[in-house]
Structure formats: structure tokens, C-alpha cells
């Protein structure tokens, strides 16, 4: 069974930084593709990043330049790193496996401008 624990949002003004976690189970996540994911309100929910099992790493137009995925395979969690935060960038995020129809619980990032 996937589960997948995400972690590390909260409040921040614009310009500010937030790194989010995902600790997952019943996978690891160097052999897999995982992806952080963000919906926000009203919004459907659009791939942010990902990093596939040989580290290629791939960004949404809208986070290039800002945002860095990596992951830590002893821990086996994933991470995002956030700089340069917008108020666009407000969202409920998520991790996902790729393969596997299983979503967190979500950590909420909101960035006041």
C-alpha cells in the first residue's frame, strides 16, 4: 500500500521561501517517478515537478528558475524547494507516484503579497 505524508507548508510573504517534504511508504522513491502536484482554489490540479528514477527533472513553465526537486533516497522522501514565492503560487500541494492512483493529504502553502 502507497501512502505518501506531505509536509512543510504554511504562510509566507511574497519573495519568501518554503521547502515541502514528502515521506513515503510501500514505494521507493529512487525507483520510481514522482511528481508534486498543487491545486488551487476554483483550479484543477496541475504537475508542478518531477523527477523520474534517473533523476531527469522536469518544471511547469510557471515555477522554472524557482522551485528545485530532489530527493533523499535513505529517507525516501522527496522534496520541493520554493524560493521566490508568488501569490499565484497559493495552493494546496501534493506528492504522487507516477503509476500509482494515490494522492496525500496535502500541505497548504499560501503566500501573501
Known amino acids: 500500500q502507497v501512502q505518501l505524508v506531505e509536509s512543510g507548508g504554511g504562510l509566507v510573504q511574497a519573495g519568501g521561501s518554503l521547502r515541502l517534504s514528502c515521506v513515503a511508504s510501500?514505494?521507493?522513491?529512487?525507483?520510481?517517478?514522482m511528481g508534486w502536484y498543487r491545486q488551487a482554489p476554483g483550479k484543477q490540479r496541475e504537475l508542478v515537478a518531477s523527477?523520474?528514477?534517473?533523476?531527469?527533472?522536469n518544471y511547469a513553465e510557471s515555477v522554472k528558475g524557482r522551485f528545485t526537486i530532489s530527493r533523499d533516497n535513505a529517507k525516501n522522501t522527496v522534496y520541493l524547494q520554493m524560493n521566490s514565492l508568488k501569490p499565484e503560487d497559493t495552493a494546496v500541494y501534493y506528492c504522487?507516484?507516477?503509476?500509482?492512483?494515490?494522492w496525500g493529504q496535502g500541505t497548504q502553502v499560501t503566500v501573501s503579497s
Open positions: 510501500g514505494i521507493f522513491v529512487s525507483m520510481n517517478t
Open positions: 523527477i523520474t528514477r534517473r533523476t531527469f527533472l
Open positions: 504522487k507516484v507516477e503509476g500509482f492512483d494515490s
